[in-house]
């Protein structure tokens, strides 16, 4: 464990509470251990440690704690730009250890954020892949990572196409996904 981290985990502890706990295991249902710290805390955690770039994000996920993977998505987004393509390759990564709505949220819509207009085609590319994925969670994913492009209209054929493939899931998070997107389309009226 480096420095770095052992210095955000004391931060972390010292910022929990037992009703920050609480909220979390009311909101979240399935989020792994969580310690407690509401988001403004990582919020500011996110940039004062968004130095740390890729190695801390790596350290903070497999850290493992709720807390600690939604900073690491926070610092992801702060320096995508960077080194777009390890970003991508991270986001594929966390994808595989999903286990809760807000984790494949914040993956989704904040990971990727600095670079969802210059790496459109690789972003949809990542959402057809897990489109299709056993793991329902990677099938709220490849809509999640597209939310944004509701805002363009080029790209509502295609986020229908990826739609349309889930329309029928059984998973209670992937309809709502589903809704969610639908709605989107709707706002844009």
Known sequence: MSKVLKQ??????????????????KFVPGAEKTYGVRMPVLNELSRQFKSGEFPL????????AFEEKILAIKILEKIAKKNPEKSLALVELFAQQINNWAICDAIGMQGLKSIVKTHEKEIFAL????????????????????????????????????????????EYYVKKAVVWIKRNFEKGK
């Not at 994000?57 to 493992?64: A, D, P, Q, R, V």
């Not at 969670?137 to 054929?157: A, D, F, G, M, N």
């Open 57 to 64: 994000i790596e350290e903070l996920w497999k850290s493992g």
């Open 127 to 170: 959402a057809w892949k897990f489109n299709s994925s056993k793991d329902f969670w990677q099938r709220r994913l490849s809509l999640v990572l597209v939310e944004w492009y509701t805002r363009k209209k080029e790209c509502h054929p295609e986020i229908k196409r990826l739609i349309k493939n889930l329309e029928n899931d059984e």
């Open 8 to 25: 955000i985990q004391i931060i972390i502890l010292t910022n929990a509470s037992p009703e920050g706990k609480a909220a979390h295991n």
